[in-house]
């Protein structure tokens, strides 16, 4: 059996792509290895295969029942063509993290640094081409967002429960669900997800086309009105929840770290994306189409649609999703956390464990003080997302190959669909230039004017969020 050191040799060595491929090298044992080894199979992950299961898990979870949401906010048509536009955004951005991880990492390994054993992150990436005040930054944002990521999966997880079982209040839910996602703590490492993302994208597929069929064939209701975009508020609250969900790639450098051959990584976001769309576009248009303005104040679809065992089902499917979202968004602030108190080389799991444990904690509280299932994603994408996966990796870009010297030596060309590095700087250029005013100036605005509606009446500590009122007891 291999273990996760001899794993993380594996990739270290088999960064290199000038090793023949006959050469009996640590990737190539590791894959003979594999064929013999269940561990492996279900374990240790790092094909383009894990990648693309990784990306395309990740990026559309609980979201997947905001979006109908979204689109009573801004209409049919808005939703539609701002889901196709973000999502190759935000590929567009993945690639350009994918880019400058492969610089990074090219310029460490002619130093002879060796990344045995340590994991590379966005931040470092950062740090290692433009310095310590953009490593500062990326941080800030990076650690922040993930933290956010997973109070957002911890609250989806409490608000689906509630619809199979409402014995509990919502806020309880959260408690239960907070206890049961500290055990990720005990997951390693994005190898140790692969057989999780494969059953991950399944849950979603099945959710998505439940909500689709379901929607169609519960039809439209009598009277249905569909009035979006009705306030400018809610137009760019909608959008920036489409912002937040193309904006999943706050975890690619460590998924990249995570595969035997990093440089294979450059075209799987996309390639994910493309198939997000086949669950996002028809999920959402179809509930819009059956029930209209009424998903304006049901911010989660399942609470629309009857209750049957194909519902029971899908929501049970999105609780399992949602426990490994949140072990997706937690393991990098993990590593941040490990790293600071100097146990990141530690190869005991148990010890890694508990020293994780505390970032957990943080995260319980505030699912428990802002549990606004829905709105709380468009103000995390405007404030966060915007800059985390979009601005910064765009503009990080452009100023590591500003010189004419770090063009020519650069370890990735243009794509071959731009074909040069004018055209990649108009690019970059746009992405920052719209999400900042759109994204994050106009989406903040929005959002924020949102989420204070939901604290004003709904309060902080909400017990039930959007739960309907009780049913008085009958007096005799």
């Given amino acids: 059996m291999l273990s996760e050191k001899q794993a993380e040799e594996a990739i270290v060595s088999s960064f290199d792509e000038t ?83 492969v610089e990074y990492r090219t310029r460490k390994e002619k130093e002879n640094v060796s990344f045995k054993n340590h994991v590379i992150q966005w931040f470092e990436v950062l740090d290692g081409l433009l310095g310590p005040t953009w490593k500062a930054v990326g941080l800030a944002f990076n650690c922040t967002f993930l933290l956010f990521g997973s109070v957002i999966q911890l609250i989806a997880c409490a608000s689906n429960i509630y619809y199979i079982n409402d014995k ?24 140790n997800y692969r057989i999780w993302s494969f059953l991950g994208l399944g849950m ?43 904006g999943g790639h706050a975890v690619t450098v460590e998924i990249m770290h995570a595969m035997w051959k990093p440089q294979k ?25 059956a029930f209209g303005d009424e998903l304006l104040t049901h911010s989660n679809a399942f609470s629309l649609l009857p209750r049957t065992g194909w519902r029971d089902g899908a ?96 370890a990735e060309k243009p794509p071959v669909f731009l074909k040069s590095w004018t055209a990649m700087f108009i690019v970059n250029a746009f992405v920052v230039v719209w999400v900042f005013v759109v994204g994050f100036g106009l989406g903040g605005w929005a959002s924020v004017t949102n989420f204070v509606r939901q604290v004003d009446t709904f309060g902080l500590f909400a017990k039930c969020y959007q739960c309907p009122p009780p049913v008085a007891a009958k007096h005799h």
């Avoid at 269940?38 to 990026?59: E, P, T």
């Avoid at 309880?172 to 190898?191: D, L």
């Avoid at 146990?343 to 508990?354: F, G, I, N, Q």
């Fill in 315 to 410: 929501v049970i499917l999105m609780l399992i999703h949602q426990f490994i979202t949140f072990g997706f968004a937690c393991t990098p602030l993990y590593f941040v956390w490990e790293k600071v108190v100097g146990m990141h080389d530690t190869e005991s799991v148990l010890k890694r464990a508990l020293v994780r444990l505390p970032v957990v904690v943080p995260i319980w509280f505030l699912a428990i003080v802002f549990p606004f299932f829905g709105p709380i994603n468009s103000a995390v994408g405007a404030l966060l997302v915007s800059f985390t996966v979009y601005i910064i990796p765009a503009t990080a870009h452009m100023l590591t190959y500003r010189s004419a010297s770090a063009r020519l030596n650069a």
């Fill in 19 to 101: 090793v023949p491929v006959s050469s009996p090298s640590a990737g190539d044992h590791l894959d003979d290895q594999s064929e013999f080894s269940l561990k492996s199979i279900f374990w240790h992950g790092g094909s383009v295969y894990d990648a693309w299961f990784s990306c395309a898990s990740n990026q559309v979870a609980q979201v997947l029942l905001t979006l109908p949401y979204s689109f009573s906010q801004m209409g049919m048509l808005s939703g539609i063509i701002l889901q196709l536009l973000y999502g190759f955004m935000g590929s567009w951005t993945a690639y350009l993290i994918s880019v400058l991880y």
């Fill in 265 to 289: 990584f450059k075209y799987i976001y996309l390639l994910a994306t493309l198939y997000v769309f086949t669950l996002t576009l028809p999920s959402a248009a179809a509930m819009y189409w």
């Fill in 204 to 246: 979603t597929t099945y959710t998505a086309w439940y909500l689709t069929a379901a929607a169609l064939v519960h039809g439209q209701d009598p009277g249905v009105v569909h009035s979006g975009p009705k306030k400018l508020d809610l137009y760019f609250t909608g959008a920036t929840n489409i912002l937040y969900t193309f």
């Fill in 168 to 191: 509990f209040d919502k806020r309880t839910w959260t408690y239960i669900f907070g206890a049961c996602c500290a055990t990720t703590v005990f997951i390693p490492s994005f190898h």
